[in-house]
């Protein structure tokens, strides 16, 4: 008999779908990632990944550009309410154009991770690399295609575009363009209307038929910008995954060298890969902490994937909990270490962002400490190493809930 708390079993492996064009008809050389024009950090000169100096350097980074000390105004009726500080910054670190791929995210439950990973995805939104967000069980991969249909993002227009029908259920309104940049409000929708919207958004942002042998068909991607030549299409598919799938056959490769799976596919390259279907993925797991847990019958997919993730090149890699040591102090280590990667430099400086529920009496921290990069003070720090977290604390000006840790080499 299966365990209610434990992980939910494998899904069928997605199957590439066969339709007419041939080879001729792919993008053979992927386009370069376009610069965004709206990212303000500056990151020339940054040092290594994991050296003593990389926090202090990303602080003034992440000072030089505003992060977590912009001034918001009155916001209109309906208006997207702004990231706080913390999703802010992880938006920031996790770009195209930052140096920073891989980082584990300790961010307590109730601090709006489910957000930012929608804000992270949508950075790369251009990128053609297969987005691959993994999720403990069914009914959370389910909330968070809700969650997309919630808040602004790329995704949720291209999803708009090809479903108007759709969005102007989800959005109350029948021009949903109107409501592009507000969060939707979901409430008034029946259970049954949900599950048919976030089934229909999976199926759109699949992008079936889109793709074959991992190149995009050039004839659907003409068709979209003739249909909507104000709007753009992703580079990648996107799919939630169970943590059992994707440890599990849709980590298979056929034996010809090529992923099982029609989502690893995309931007798979054999001579690059060391025969690992995640290398050239972005990944973004939640509830990161069921990577090493030991209580569930799944145990040999969830090592197969520990090992599949910590190899992987060229990829995207972040992993979000609000309980990284469920148990042992060791875990949290374990789990950094996997989220790192087996290429990773010894030092973990930028490897980790972490925002601990402080009491009152901390929240008047200066803002020197984001501008300088100082250290807490030393009975703190040393209750941080107890349990294998402690770190440098980067928080924004006058606001006491933005605290990024790394654990120093």
Known sequence: MSDASDLDGEEEVDREVEVLGGLKDLIISQEPVPLDPSYTGNWEGAPDLGSPGFNRFAARVMWNAKIGRKLKGRRAEGECPPLQPHQEAVAFMLHPQSPISRMLVDHPTGSGKTREMICVLDNYFLDPRPKVPIFPKEPVCRNFYMELLRWPSRYRDFFACLRPQDAAKASGCADWRSRRRLRWDLADLSGVVMHELCYNMREVLEMKGWFFMGRMRRSR?????????????????????????????????????????????????????????????????????????????????????????????????????????????????????????????????????????????????????????RSLPQQRLASFRTLATAALVHTGSGVCNLCVQRIPA
């Open 221 to 373: 991607r003409e068709a979209f910008r003739t249909r909507f030549p104000d709007e753009v299409a992703p580079a990648a598919p996107l799919r939630a995954l169970r943590y059992t799938s994707a440890g599990g056959r849709h980590a298979d490769l056929r034996p010809d060298g090529w992923p099982v799976s029609a989502l690893l596919k995309v931007a798979f390259d054999r001579a690059q890969a060391a025969g690992n279907a995640y290398s050239n993925k972005v990944v973004i797991m939640d509830e990161v902490h069921n990577l090493v847990r030991l209580q569930t019958q799944y145990g040999e997919q969830l090592a197969r994937l520990r090992n599949l993730l910590s190899t992987a090149r060229g990829s995207v890699l972040v992993g979000f909990t609000g309980t990284p040591i469920l148990n042992e102090a060791s875990e949290g280590r374990q789990l950094l270490d996997i989220v790192k990667g087996a290429f990773a430099p010894p030092g973990d400086g930028g490897f980790l962002s972490s925002f601990p529920m402080r009491p009152a009496a901390w929240r008047d921290l200066s803002s020197s400490i984001l501008r300088d990069g």
